[in-house]
């Protein structure tokens, strides 16, 4: 089962521009992962924040998580068509030694 | 690109036969988790093994079975394969078995049951 929604499931922006997904999730977590997913293939750590974290970023990245609303979002900056993929929320929880995806944001990036 | 691989890339199945699909980890990891993705969908987990152990399963029947050798690689086996089972497999390593870690992933096997 999913524990993870993205929200929304596809995005189409114009180069330049910044992208925002959401992520929401149901039950407690210790941390929350960003993968993306260029079609078809292995999925690429982006970013992890802890649950005693509000903001994290790592270049043109940046993630929030509000544990209250049990929510995550995850903005791109300044995008390129190179961004084009799909990009994952996963969550971790002490009582399960797996990730939890949820069902993916589409995001295109048109030139 | 990790460092860790996969093979085959793409494998073409009848219903109710085997498979076994391969990973090998990444230097220095000793835990590899193998995750299953239906098209359209992320990725679930089948289950994790970690110094050759299984360390935790989810919601998948035992006919989907693992094994993983002294180097850290790994085996993924499904037998009695389904229709439902045409998905694109994953297997990713880490420094760990708890979620925490960062999970460092193989660009799949892409299994087509028909």
């Known amino acids: 089962s999913q524990q993870g929604e993205e929200d929304p499931q596809a995005l189409s922006i114009q180069e330049g521009e910044n992208a925002t997904m959401n992520c929401s999730y149901k039950t407690s977590i210790n941390n929350l992962q960003w993968y993306r997913q260029n079609s078809g293939r292995g999925l690429v750590h982006l970013i992890l924040?802890?649950?005693?974290?509000r903001e994290k970023h790592s270049g043109r990245l940046r993630v929030t998580l509000d544990t209250s609303k049990k929510s995550s979002s995850l903005l791109i900056t300044a995008s390129r068509a190179a961004d084009t993929a799909s990009y994952f929320c996963?969550?971790?929880?002490?009582?399960?030694?797996?990730?939890?995806f949820g069902s993916g944001t589409q995001l295109t990036v048109l030139p | 690109e990790t460092g860790v691989t996969q093979s085959p890339t793409h494998l073409i199945k009848t219903r109710g036969q085997q498979v076994t699909l391969r990973c090998s980890s990444q230097s220095g990891h000793n835990t590899v988790s193998w995750y299953q993705q239906a098209l359209g969908q992320g990725p679930q987990f089948i289950f994790q093994?970690?110094?050759?152990?299984?360390?935790g399963r989810g919601n998948f029947p035992p006919r989907f079975s693992g094994l993983q050798f002294p180097n850290y690689s790994s085996e993924l086996n499904v037998n009695a394969l389904e229709l439902d089972d045409s998905a694109l497999y994953l297997c990713?390593?880490?420094?760990?078995?708890?979620?925490?870690?960062?999970?460092?992933f193989g660009p799949g096997t892409r299994l087509t049951v028909t």
């Open positions: 990713a390593s880490s420094t760990g078995p708890n979620e925490g870690y960062e999970q460092y």
């Open positions: 924040i802890r649950s005693n974290e």
């Open positions: 093994y970690y110094r050759e152990e299984e360390n």
């Open positions: 996963a969550t971790g929880s002490g009582s399960a030694r797996q990730l939890t």
